[in-house]
């Protein structure tokens, strides 16, 4: 979502990008991501402890060993049904269900953008402004690998968030929609999707963006990191209220 909203910034409030859009509001927004994350799994750490039990060895049948059973704390057990569906449904809201949907408008809003940028791109060829021409085309092409990999997670994710919505109902009015089997092997396999899913990002911005692939090879080859003017090239056009405006030695449309 922070990446979804930031190329949404950068395409349609340029001049707001400039301000809010920086390395500091960027390390700020990764610390906040980690700590509601952090947060919102809490309780499943606090959940829970060891209890230490006699067990036969499974390999010297005369010996026994000590292993442990996770057991749940008195706080959990005596609303277990309440705390989980409390856990659950506070999940599926805010971890799937919103952040999903406001990622399919962010994607809408993303491609709506690159369609009125792909007509600004014939209009500046048109009047044989090609250096502007080239920096919409990066854009767009920019825009379109974060849309590639907001679409693959969302493929990923609403499986998933079906899933623990059919589970939840179950749970909670007692209905019975999908068997404990069935249901534990749809669960095993989204979830083997969403970590394949992962790595297939890494191959999306190598393929798509120059930039990504130049800053990943000098990370390796010790070379020094490129000067901010050769980022340039991929950055937006500066726009606002359906105006565009460059700098340098180019006029103002």
Not at 25 to 42: D, E, P
Not at 131 to 145: A, Q, R, V
Not at 201 to 224: A, H, P, V, W
Request: proline share 4%.
């Amino acid at each position: 979502m922070a990446l979804a909203i930031q190329r949404y910034i950068y395409v349609c409030h340029s001049f707001k990008a400039r301000t809010w859009c920086t390395i500091e509001n960027v390390i700020r927004g990764t610390v906040l991501i980690y700590i509601l994350a952090f947060l919102s799994q809490l309780c499943r750490f606090l959940e829970e402890y060891p209890v230490p039990v006699t067990l036969p060895s499974a390999v010297h049948p005369n010996k026994t060993i000590v292993g442990c059973v996770m057991q749940m704390h008195l706080w959990a057990e005596a609303s277990q049904n309440i705390y989980y569906n409390v856990y659950y449904w506070f999940r599926v809201i805010f971890i799937h269900l919103v952040p999903c949907i406001s990622l399919v408008v962010m994607n809408a809003l993303l491609i709506y953008a690159m369609r009125v940028a792909q007509r600004r791109r014939k209009l500046l060829l048109r009047q044989n402004k090609k250096s502007e021409s080239k920096k919409l085309k990066d854009s767009n092409c920019t825009t379109l690998m974060l849309v590639l990999v907001v679409g693959l997670f969302l493929l990923v994710e609403f499986p998933l968030g079906i899933l623990m919505i059919i589970m939840i109902i179950q749970n909670t009015f007692n209905i019975h929609i999908l068997e404990p089997g069935a249901f534990s092997t749809l669960s095993l396999f989204s979830n083997l999707f969403i970590l394949l899913s992962y790595p297939l990002n890494f191959f999306i911005y190598c393929g798509m963006s120059k930039q990504f692939r130049e800053t990943f090879k000098r990370l390796f080859t010790g070379d020094s990191m490129p000067m901010e003017r050769e980022y340039s090239q991929y950055m937006t056009l500066p726009t606002e209220n359906g105006r565009t405006a460059v700098t340098g030695d180019e006029t103002a449309l």
